[in-house]
């Protein structure tokens, strides 16, 4: 009922940046929250960054004043700048919403992950 495609990953020198695309499709009734996690191998998955419908912004300690979420609500999208990258930024990256379908049905909706490699 409700697909998310990610795109915008890739590979990147350390210092430079990448912009992370997400967007929700199909029956939305109301999106409350938009967010991304990433996840490396043997380690739980994190959340980076969120953002309400509201605008209310939230950010992992160690991406504070490099990342930055932003969101268009006419087309259901959210964005993720990342700018002065890091090796350990290296993961794949997962979008998250919490979606309405109806009045009464609430559920989180998850991408497919986008890889972000951060090398030399």
């Known amino acids: 009922q409700v697909q998310m495609v990610e795109s915008g990953g890739g590979l990147v020198q350390p210092g430079g940046s990448l912009r992370l695309s997400c967007v929700a499709s199909?029956?939305?009734?109301?999106?409350?929250?938009m967010a991304w996690y990433r996840q490396t191998p043997g380690k739980p998955r994190e959340l980076v960054a969120s953002?309400?419908?509201?605008?209310?912004?939230n950010y992992l300690d160690s991406v504070k004043g490099r990342f930055t979420i932003s969101q268009s609500n006419a087309q259901n999208t959210v964005y993720l700048q990342m700018n002065s990258l890091k090796p350990e930024d290296t993961a794949v990256y997962y979008c998250?919403?919490?979606?309405?379908?109806?009045?009464?049905?609430?559920?989180?909706?998850w991408g497919q992950g986008t890889q972000v490699t951060v090398s030399s």
């Open positions: 953002i309400t419908a509201g605008g209310t912004t």
């Open positions: 998250k919403a919490r979606i309405a379908t109806t009045s009464h049905d609430l559920g989180d909706y």
């Open positions: 199909g029956r939305i009734f109301s999106i409350n929250i």
